[in-house]
């Protein structure tokens, strides 16, 4: 399947003595294998957008299509993997149960037949996201990023075919943030997952994504679709190259030409 989300015509208001129009109109197809960016202002429903995605909020207009059927058809199958904005680790837990904890809660899930789906090795993807040295310490000894590392780990050893992560690094301080975005960077080049993501950061954006949406607030409508045609894998450019330095300054132009459109 070469389509794994396809949005059209997604609309949501949030009913109340003064409703909020939070979508409207939103038509978005999300190829497999691709790493989309939900890009705007505070209020522009990008976590309701993802939640809609999820399965997690219905939407009031439009169609949705998750790996081919109904959001929560594919969240029952645990086809969709989620990252929070904060690790979320089970804190009496090790390292290596709580990256594997998805695998192990969804091991009945797994006795049906899942293409899609397919889980990696924990001792693989801890190694990969550098916590090797660290399977058996518990989230309190861990830092903020390391365990945002744990919460990546979690999610690759899940093997979703599809990720959405909703400003998974928001809470890490600036120069822990840029570590974690390489690191995450590095594990989608090699596991291809179709990821869309949720940023305020410009820079996060533009090094991160196939392609960016941009979104006016309230309601939340398409107001521009940035391709990032940096080639991969992009690990080299960091965060310093002049390509990743435009494409950021191009996705900061679009919101402001759509907020103020
Ligand atoms: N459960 C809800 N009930 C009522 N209104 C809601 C609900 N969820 C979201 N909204 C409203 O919908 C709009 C979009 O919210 P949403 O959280 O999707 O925005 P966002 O783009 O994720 O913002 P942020 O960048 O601040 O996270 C907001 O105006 C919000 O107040
Ligand atoms: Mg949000």
New binding site residues.
């Given amino acids: 399947m070469s389509e794994a989300v396809v949005l059209r015509g997604i609309g949501r208001t949030?009913a109340?003595r003064r409703p909020?129009a939070?979508l409207d109109g939103i038509d978005l197809t999300v190829r497999a294998g691709e790493f989309v960016t939900l890009f705007?202002?505070?209020?522009?429903?990008?976590?309701?957008?993802l939640r809609i995605i999820a399965g997690l909020e219905r939407a009031d207009a439009g169609t949705v299509q998750v790996l081919g059927g109904p959001p929560r058809e594919a969240a029952r199958r645990k086809d969709i993997g989620w990252v929070p904005q904060n690790a979320a680790l089970l804190p009496w837990a090790r390292v290596r149960t709580n990256a594997g904890l998805s695998a192990l809660v969804n091991r009945r899930a797994d006795r049906s037949s899942h293409p899609q789906r397919v889980p990696q090795d924990v001792d693989g993807i801890l190694a990969e996201v550098g916590l090797a040295d660290f399977a058996d310490a518990r989230p309190g000894q861990l830092s903020g990023g390391m365990q945002q590392r744990a919460a990546l780990a979690r999610v690759f050893v899940q093997g979703a075919p599809l990720l959405l992560m909703d400003?998974p690094f928001s809470a890490l301080d600036e120069i822990t943030r840029s570590s974690v975005r390489l690191q995450l960077l590095d594990l989608w080049e090699r596991h291809r997952k179709t990821v869309v993501f949720?940023t305020?950061s410009a820079e996060e954006a533009a090094l991160l994504s196939d392609r960016v949406i941009v979104?006016s607030p309230?309601p939340?409508r398409i107001t521009a679709e940035i391709e990032v045609p940096i080639p991969r894998p992009r690990a080299d450019c960091a965060a310093d190259s002049d390509a990743v330095r435009a494409v950021e300054r191009e996705i900061t132009a679009a919101l402001r030409a759509g907020a103020s459109g």
């Fill in positions: 949030f109340g909020i939070a705007g202002p505070s209020g522009s429903g990008k976590s309701t957008l400003e949720v305020h979104l309230r939340g």
